[in-house]
Each structure stands twice: as C-alpha cells, then as structure tokens.
C-alpha cells in the first residue's frame, strides 16, 4: 500500500548539483510505469535493438560516437541498448536520453553530485522511497536509467510537451537557459540522428 501512494506523488524540481528546491506533484498518468518490484541490473539484450528497423544502424552510429568515453564495445553496446529500450519503452528519443547523460554524468555509471544525485542520469535517492523500492540501487544501469527516462517523460507531460521547461525541471532550474540549453545542443550536436 506504501508504494501505491508513494507513486502518486512525484517531486516536480528535480536536483542535482545546482539546485535542490522540491515540490511533490501526482504523477501523471502515462509516467507509472516504474515499478515498486525489482528491476534487474541486467543490461537489455542486443538481439532485441537488432531486431528493430534500423537498429543495426543505430547501434553502430551511436556507439562511434561514444567510443572515447565508453573503450569496451561490450560494456558501450550493453549501455546504448538499455538506453534505447528504457528511452522508447517511456516514449523518449534515446538520443536525448544521450544527451542528458553526458551532461549530468559525462556517461559516468558512479558519479555521484555534490547533492547526492547518482549515477548515468543523476537521481536523487529520495526517488527510491517515492516512486520505487528500497532494493532499487541507482548505480545499477537499468534502474537508473528507468528512473531518469521515467522523471522526464512526467515533467514533458506536465510541461505539454515543452522540452525546454521539461528539462529545466528535470535539473531544478525551471526558468534559467544553462541546463536546458546544453542538452538541447548536445541532442542537435553530438547525438541527432540519423547524421
């Protein structure tokens, strides 16, 4: 019962190292999708990317271009396929999942913020007692990755839409460009696709 009204409610700023102001919000209905049971810190199979249109070529663009920050092509597969799963399974273009990761993290698995966020897409823990369960750990990929592709896909609901003011909300600095304005130039720059 505790995780059933737990994920109802939804912080509306989410924080990282710049900012902390937090406001709990209902959780909109197509953003339930994490669930309060386990989530494996398995990576997503490749067979399941490859079998998609064009995932092959979406596979091996992506992965070229994350070559220098992520050597292992087994480690850099493993990621981008999860990353890919859990974006579309949120209904997010996994290249602007891309770009938020290299913004908050620089695609860093254990980075951890001044203020305590965790992981790829730099979670705040109190994440875990609202939308999750206390097994979730946020440095395991699939669970990060599920959280932050989820947060987002509320704030762009809440926000209709609006990727600018989603992000900033995602960040904690609703109203100000700088957090906005660099995911939205790395998803154009670095990650668009095809390119």
Known sequence: MRHLIAITLLLTCYTNAQADNQHYVLLTASTTTVTPYLISDQAISHRRLLSTTNGEVWLSAMSDRLKKVMPNQKER???????????????????????IIQVESGFKKYAISHAGARGYMQIMPFWVETIGNDD???????VNLRYGCMILRHYLDIEN?????ALGRYNGSLGQAKYPQLVLNAWR??????S
């Open 77 to 99: 597969d493993d990621f981008l396929s999860t990353v890919h799963y859990e974006a579309t399974r949120a209904g997010l273009d996994p290249q602007l999942v891309l770009s």
């Open 136 to 142: 979730h750990n946020l440095f395991h990929l699939r």
């Open 161 to 165: 839409g609006n990727y600018f003011r």
């Open 189 to 194: 720059n670095k990650w668009g696709y095809p």
